[in-house]
């Protein structure tokens, strides 16, 4: 509802506006203030389309082609899948190492019921995730009603779970899956409604996702200026917009002349949209929040403290469970040494994309963004052709500096308080 404001009403700033409320409402005197002050939320994104835009001009833009774009989005699908889940549980302030085991383990029961025992292939799936949910009550239990610490349980788990994998295999591969499970990592929705040279349906979800995007960030909006809260201005809001659109809509526009619209990918969108809601805009996100901030502050507030970490760990092991069957899908098979190093690629997504090493801190864009950039650094040094040990460096010295800046936000804050 708009309102004729008396003229000397216009010569007060708004509450929570700044000294130019009709430029930027949220109390910034110019732009520059702006990005400064949003500089951890927003450098992630920033370092994001750097690194893409290095490596697209170190590979003469392979790096963007097509091709390599699908290939990245179903390389690295349940690396994201799994950084979903650890940001949840380093927003609480514990860790999970197990997952990589568990990865293996999954996908190891997955196989034995599917190509041994001729189960359906929609059935080892799901005994997969059921396994997940199993590990993740098994974790839940002792660090939420023992009161084990998290890095303890989930390293017995780590050594646990592989073990249990090896057991299940028999110490040998299995493979091959047949082709409705491998449909899950390496298939396509292509041709459902046409389109001359490329897939018109990858363009329709692009922009129906572009829409719901602008959509959702318009109620945001109208909801904190309802609350009187500051919000930015009108064009830099637009100018957002527009930017997420165009990106979204050139990442469709690769697809839909490639091979189509990746299932994982739409698997990918359906969790991130969930759980964006989740943290968002349940009890159980903010709950979380409060007692990676400040747990006595949490206790004393009433929160269920040991239930919301038992289904924290319960949650990570139902996403483990389906990124071991995306994992599985996309290698055709299960090995006994599958899953190796996914805890710490996991890891270094959710603290490359924000979350604080103490806790109460993180998003789920932020860790899918941050596991984006390890991927990118992973498949462009590869095109590049850089050794494997050169491409470790660099990803822990990535990881290193993330953590570092995390560390320099938290202190430049206490020394302004």
Known sequence: MTRTVPQEEELKPA?????????????????????IRNLRQSGIYVAFVAIVALFAVLTDGTLLSAG??????LQYSYILV??????????AGHIDLSVGSVVALTGAVSAVLVIQQGWPWWAGALAAIAVGLAVGAWHGFWVAYVGIPAFIVTLAGMLLFRGLTLQVLDNVSLSPFPSQYREVASGFLN????????????????????????????????????????VG????????????????????????????????????????????????RTVFGRQVYAIGGNLSAATLSGVKVKAVNFWIFVNMGFLTGIAGVIFSSRSNGAQPGAGEMFELDAIAAAFIGGAAVTGGVG???GAMVGGLIMAVMSNGMSLLGVDQSVQSVVKGLVLLLAVAF????????????
Do not use: C
């Not at 509450?15 to 990005?35: E, F, H, M, Q, T």
């Not at 390599?68 to 989005?73: C, D």
């Not at 799994?82 to 927003?91: E, N, P």
């Open 82 to 91: 799994l950084a979903i889940g650890m940001v949840i549980v380093i927003i």
């Open 406 to 417: 995390d560390v320099y936000n938290k202190r430049r804050a206490g020394a302004a308080r």
């Open 191 to 230: 041709g459902l409604i046409g389109g001359n040279g490329y897939d018109a349906f990858t363009l329709l979800i692009g922009a129906i996702a572009v829409a719901g995007y602008a959509f959702g960030a318009w109620r945001t909006r109208t909801a904190r200026i309802r609350y009187e809260q500051p």
């Open 15 to 35: 509450p929570g506006a700044g000294a130019r409320g009709g430029l930027l409402d949220d109390g910034s005197n110019d732009l520059r203030s702006l990005i």
């Open 233 to 280: 201005s009108m064009g830099l809001f637009i100018a957002r917009i527009v930017l997420v659109g165009v990106v979204v809509m050139a990442f469709a526009w690769q697809l839909a002349h490639a091979r189509g619209l990746p299932i994982v990918l739409i698997i990918l969108g359906v969790l991130a949209i969930v759980y964006g809601l989740v943290t968002k």
């Open 68 to 73: 390599n774009i699908t290939n990245l989005v």
């Open 363 to 365: 998003t789920v864009v």
